[in-house]
Nanobody, 115 residues
Framework: QVQLVESGGGLVQPGGSLRLSCEVS?????????MAWYRQAPGKQRELVAR???????LYADSVRGRSTISRDFVKNTVDLQMNNLKPEDTAVYYC????????WGQGTQVTVSS
């Protein structure tokens, strides 16, 4: 019922920028849900990138703080992640996450940072 669809991933050079977007649909009152972006690089564990709750409070991983901004649109039911000054270490599959009655996950979108 609840569906999360990510978009915006791709190949970018170091120092470049990307904007990831996640559209949430289905039987969910997304206004009160917490939304987040996670990522998982090959051979590594999944890690939190950024999180935003229903009040607009944000939390960032140390590795992206100052370079990334998470935002949400309560009308469009989307959560975006603006990523600047990208580094090769940012290469990973990025997953949208919504906490409602349980955790919901998108399929993931690949971000590759390479010259």
């Amino acid at each position: 019922q609840v569906q999360l669809v990510e978009s915006g991933g791709g190949l970018v050079q170091p120092g470049g920028s990307l904007r990831l977007s996640c559209e949430v649909s289905g039987n969910i009152f997304s206004r009160i849900a917490t939304m987040a972006w996670y990522r998982q690089a090959p051979g590594k564990q999944r890690e939190l990138v950024a999180r935003i709750n229903s009040g607009g409070n944000t939390l960032y991983a140390d590795s992206v703080r100052g370079r990334s901004t998470i935002s949400r649109d309560f009308v469009k039911n989307t959560v975006d992640l603006q990523m600047n000054n990208l580094k090769p270490e940012d290469t990973a599959v990025y997953y949208c996450n919504v906490i409602w009655d349980r955790d919901y996950w998108g399929q993931g979108t690949q971000v590759t940072v390479s010259s």
